[in-house]
Structures are given as structure tokens and as C-alpha cells.
């Protein structure tokens, strides 16, 4: 037991070395998670994260959707129907930071759009404008629920 204590301690100092802490304080958001602690439950969301996110990719003013899903079928293939324009559109695009956060989302809060998140993850490496749609859809959800 001592020594599990000395290396919370230790943690706890070079942690501190590096960021200020406040360690009397409760916890309000720690990694953009927003969390609430009262008598019966504790629950985190992300709100503030998921506007700060619509501003960052452009859609803050894009309409709500009611599913993550749209329907469109991805496939490693699907970048070999985009014209040239599209391709260029493309390069331009933060799909893999997009994705990113959604992974980061569905993995802490929102496990709900888990199953979507993962299909676009799949194409990844070969993206096309069905997978960039497909990710702004699942944030424009986000931004709805």
C-alpha cells in the first residue's frame, strides 16, 4: 500500500511541475468533458466542446440532422468516383482532426454514434467527399443532441 501511495506522490509532484493545479478545488471539465457532480448521479458532457468544434469546421451555422447515419455506404472505392475538383476540395479539408475528435467524442461520451464514427475511420486513408460528408453529418448531429 506504501508503495502505491509513493507513486501517486510522485505523479502528483511532476504533474504539478508542469501544470498549475488547484487540487482543492472540484473538478469542472478536465479535457473538455463538462462534469456534474450531485448526490445521486455524476454526468459529463460536451457542450462547449462541440461548439468550439462547429466553429473550428466551419458548420455553426449548418443545419441540425435527427441521426448519425445518412445512409451513404462508404468504401476504400469511393475516393475513384470524386472528380478532380472534388479531390482538390478534399485536400483542403480537416477530415482525419474531424474524425479524430469524433472518435474522442464517441469513446468518452457519446456512444451512440460509436458505429458511424468507426465506418469513416475504416476509409480513412482513402478519403473521398462521401466520407467528409458523412463526418459533418455526425457533428451537425451532435450539434442537435
Same mark, same amino acid.
Given at each position: ?35 456534474t ?27 441540425? /440532422?435527427?441521426?448519425?447515419?445518412? !445512409? ?6 469511393? !475516393?475513384? *468516383?470524386?472528380? /478532380? ?10 477530415? @482525419?482532426?474531424?474524425? !479524430?475528435?469524433?472518435?474522442y467524442?464517441?469513446?468518452?461520451? @457519446? ?11 475504416q /476509409?480513412? *486513408?482513402?478519403?473521398?467527399?462521401n ?5 459533418? @453529418? ?8
Amino acid at each position: 500500500m506504501a508503495a502505491k501511495e509513493n507513486v501517486a506522490i510522485s505523479f502528483y509532484r511532476q504533474f504539478t511541475r508542469r501544470w498549475k493545479t488547484s487540487p482543492l478545488q472540484e473538478v469542472n471539465i478536465i479535457l473538455g468533458l463538462q462534469i456534474t457532480v450531485t448526490e445521486n448521479e455524476v454526468s459529463m458532457k460536451l457542450e462547449k466542446s462541440i461548439k468550439e468544434a462547429l466553429i473550428e469546421f466551419g458548420l455553426q451555422y449548418s443545419n441540425t /440532422v435527427t441521426t448519425p447515419g445518412d !445512409g451513404i455506404y462508404l468504401s476504400k472505392d469511393d !475516393g475513384n *468516383n470524386d472528380t /478532380v475538383v472534388d479531390k482538390e476540395k478534399l485536400k483542403r479539408t480537416p477530415l @482525419r482532426e474531424l474524425v !479524430g475528435y469524433l472518435q474522442y467524442v464517441a469513446t468518452n461520451v @457519446r456512444a451512440d454514434i460509436c458505429g458511424s464514427v468507426s465506418k469513416i475511420a475504416q /476509409v480513412i *486513408n482513402t478519403p473521398s467527399m462521401n466520407s467528409w460528408t458523412a463526418a459533418k @453529418r455526425r457533428l451537425r448531429y451532435l450539434k442537435r443532441t
